[in-house]
């Protein structure tokens, strides 16, 4: 859809002046223009309406979406006979720097919470948005054999043919290749269905990464198809601190350019939660995989600890010690306590009878390891959570990975430097962004999650009396 920016020029949050000047404070925007598009009416501006634009992508989710709460006094929705078939398109950014800026189409599908203001000259409403790929994807089923390709080549293919994703949205470059060949067929599943179950075994081709941990989502660049360890590779966007303003001058906290990268407030939503973990068998699994061709069964063991020396990591340390509980068991050495069953083909090209048979050969699907590491690689990805709230960054959206400096609460002299905390610093992957526009400032709002720590957890000396007696319940 071509269509061209109603705007009469940028518009800038209060704070920052004028937008030619540019980028004064830390939460100044450019907002250069929102408009509703539809068939039956010319191009709206809903700048002079808007209250709050708020901007969503979260890696675990297909597509980005977002709403717009509106202060309407012309009865907007009656004139355009709004009713769900509608567009819209924003651009925003940082000054005037098209490098720094969010222009995006979206498929209006609801408004919700319409009713009158206080004066009752003007009622306010909140417009939702998305991605016009979820609603194709909704409208749209696959079924469709796939013979001999790789995961990869699949997902291009659903991404091109089934949902026709623009060029702005589609490049192969965010498509990672993947391994293995396939011959499957998709059971009448829709588009985003058939990408979120082929991310369920789907592994990597990239040298170094284990298990089964594609995710499918949506971001500013587009449609991706990656791992989470081949996301946990890349170089960090930016190092983000939490200093207070009242910091000391030497820190320079007065200069905007400093401030926009200043953690405004944060809060650690996630740390650990050792029943969940256990029950869900993030640290250890079992799987009882059986083939009914070559009637063979395997028993598949997951350990956390062998698992976390040989994959990627954010960091360099484990988020368990060695724990021993009172029947001499770590964590991750109790993998009964969630166990899986799978069926499996494995090695049954191996089989002088199955070979015998025309056509009856199939490539070995990994159940044992999609099966066994792909859920336990999900939980450990999200081990640890900070929600942060900085000053608006359009340049910031999911997949990225950031360091995150966090001092330490452990008092020292004045002549002395906080420390920094040593476990809950560190490189982070961000998992969802929201930008959010009001008429005096823009902010984003993050969430960032990690599998590891900076700093190695102390070993515990489980051969001590005290501590054998405290793990055995003994008092005294």
């Not at 069953?341 to 070995?364: F, P, T």
């Amino acid at each position: 859809m071509a269509t061209s920016l109603a705007s009469s020029g940028g518009q800038s949050s209060s704070t920052g002046g004028n937008s030619q000047i540019g980028v004064r404070y830390s939460k100044d925007y450019n907002l250069i223009a929102i408009n509703l598009l539809g068939g039956n009416f010319p191009v709206v501006d809903l700048k002079p309406m808007m209250i709050e634009l708020s901007y969503f992508e979260d890696i675990f989710n297909n597509a980005v979406s977002g709403n717009m709460l509106v202060e309407d006094a012309q009865g907007m929705i009656e004139k355009l006979q709004m009713h769900g078939n509608e567009y819209i398109r924003f651009a925003f950014g940082k000054d005037n720097n098209p490098n720094l800026r969010i222009d995006k189409i979206f498929r209006v599908y609801k408004i919700s919470n319409r009713r009158k203001s206080l004066n009752f000259d003007t009622e306010n409403y909140v417009i939702h948005f998305c991605s016009d790929e979820l609603v194709l994807s909704n409208q749209y089923k696959i079924s469709k054999s796939y013979k001999g390709q790789g995961v990869s080549d699949i997902v291009k293919d659903v991404l091109k043919t089934k949902i026709k994703a623009p060029k702005e949205k589609y490049k192969e470059a965010n498509i990672e290749k993947t391994k293995g060949v396939y011959s499957i067929i998709v059971p009448n599943f829709s588009p985003f269905e058939t990408l979120n179950w082929l991310c369920s075994y789907a592994q990597s081709a990239s040298g170094g990464v284990m298990g089964s941990d594609m995710i499918f989502y949506e971001n500013v660049e587009g449609y991706n198809f990656k791992s989470l360890q081949s996301l946990f590779k890349t170089d960090p966007y930016f190092t983000y601190e939490y200093r207070p303003k009242n910091t000391s001058e030497k820190d320079n906290y007065g200069d905007a350019s400093k401030q926009i990268f200043n953690v405004l407030t944060y809060e650690i939503l996630d740390t650990f939660n050792t029943v969940e973990s256990v029950s869900e068998g993030t640290f250890a699994n079992r799987l009882l995989s059986i083939d009914p061709l070559l009637r063979r069964y395997k028993i598949v063991d997951f350990n956390y600890n062998t698992y976390q020396q040989k994959s990627t990591r954010l960091n360099n340390n484990p988020v368990v010690n060695n724990l021993q509980n009172r029947f001499g068991h770590e964590l991750y050495n109790t993998p009964q306590g969630s166990y899986k069953l799978s069926m499996s083909n494995a090695n049954q090209q191996d089989s002088e009878y199955i070979k015998s048979k025309s056509g009856s050969v199939q490539n070995d699907y990994f159940f044992e390891t999609f099966v066994s590491q792909r859920k336990s690689q999900l939980l450990l990805a999200n081990h640890m959570k900070v929600k942060f709230s900085i000053p608006g960054d359009p340049n910031l959206s999911v997949g990225k990975t950031i360091n995150f400096k966090l001092y330490s609460n452990e008092p020292v002299s004045d002549k002395q430097s906080k420390g920094i905390d040593k476990y809950y610093s560190g490189k982070y992957l961000v998992t969802a962004v929201r930008h959010m526009i009001q008429s005096s400032e823009y902010v984003t709002v993050f969430e960032a999650v990690k599998d590891s720590t900076v700093s190695k957890f102390d070993s515990v000396d489980n051969g001590s009396l005290i501590w054998k007696n405290t793990v055995a319940g003994i008092k005294g």
